[in-house]
Nanobody, 125 residues
Framework: QAQLVESGGGLVQSGGSLRLSCAYS????????MGWFRQAPGKEREFVAA????????SYADSVKGRFAISRDRALNTMYLQMNSLKPEDTAVYYC??????????????????WGQGTQVTVSI
């Protein structure tokens, strides 16, 4: 059974950094693109970042471009989200997700078939 498990969330001051991890198992994700989404209280889930199935390309939401970096370590079956210069508006539950390479729409949650349980990130002023 496929499983994605996020870790690395927590409380950090504005301007600080965190690195989220997403460990995946249970099936081969070698030809899957992966991404990060987040959901703040009272808001819809929104796209944060994505990496293509072959790691050749990455995409970011405008709100995090230049501050966040997505990467994947295939040897460890783990994806990361390095978050720098964090702001209070980055506070949310962060989810990792996976979609087959044939699925279009890297920034649409409906394109992803596998999801983690989420990890809370709180950025204080």
């Amino acid at each position: 059974q496929a499983q994605l498990v996020e870790s690395g969330g927590g409380l950090v001051q504005s301007g600080g950094s965190l690195r989220l991890s997403c460990a995946y198992s249970g099936r081969t994700f070698s030809n899957y693109a992966m991404g990060w989404f987040r959901q703040a209280p009272g808001k819809e889930r929104e796209f944060v970042a994505a990496v293509s199935w072959n790691d050749a390309g990455t995409s970011y939401a405008d709100s995090v471009k230049g501050r966040f970096a997505i990467s994947r370590d295939r040897a460890l079956n783990t994806m990361y989200l390095q978050m720098n210069s964090l702001k209070p508006e980055d506070t949310a539950v962060y989810y990792c997700a996976a979609r087959p390479s044939s699925s279009r729409g890297y920034d649409r949650s409906s394109s992803y078939g596998y999801w983690g349980q989420g990890t809370q990130v709180t950025v204080s002023i």
